[in-house]
């Protein structure tokens, strides 16, 4: 997979935010678990959840950035979508890495087993598409509401 511009923002974005605590309550050193990222359609935005539960939502057009704290039930849901299986479904069914840049419908995830971009209604197979709608699901859950 060669790298695009949407890809370097996204791998710009990922080591900025594992270079700083997703929050208060969690380790500085604990790990990403997970990234979304969103960039056609408004909100372009990301979503970084760290091993421990912590969150930043980073809304690009407005600059503006929300951290938080999964609850416990979350993140073992959370936990269990990123799993290497899941994720390894979701590369296996991604589109083509230029559509997460222009398709309003496609979402970038990244985990420590790969990255993918997705556009769930376009996946067949109801047990992947499970992992994409949660994924999709839970960018809309932290996105703030204004």
Do not use: W
């Not at 080591?15 to 997703?22: K, V």
């Amino acid at each position: 997979m060669g790298l695009n511009r949407g890809n370097c923002v996204v791998v710009a974005l990922c080591a900025a935010l594992a270079g700083c605590g997703l929050s208060a309550k969690t380790d500085p050193n604990s790990r990403q678990l997970v990234y979304v990222s969103h960039r056609a359609s408004t909100p372009i935005a990301s979503l970084a959840i760290s091993d421990e539960g912590g969150y930043r939502f980073l809304d690009e057009e407005s600059r503006s950035e929300v951290a938080g704290q999964l609850e416990v039930g979350e993140l073992s849901q959370v936990q269990r979508h990123a799993a290497q299986g899941p994720i390894r479904d979701l590369i296996a069914n991604q589109v083509d890495d230029d559509r997460c840049e222009s398709d309003e419908l496609a979402y970038r995830i990244i985990s420590k087993f790969g990255s993918a971009c997705i556009v769930a209604s376009e996946i067949g197979d109801p047990s992947v598409r499970a992992h994409a709608d949660f994924f999709i699901a839970l960018f809309a859950s932290k996105t703030p509401k204004p």
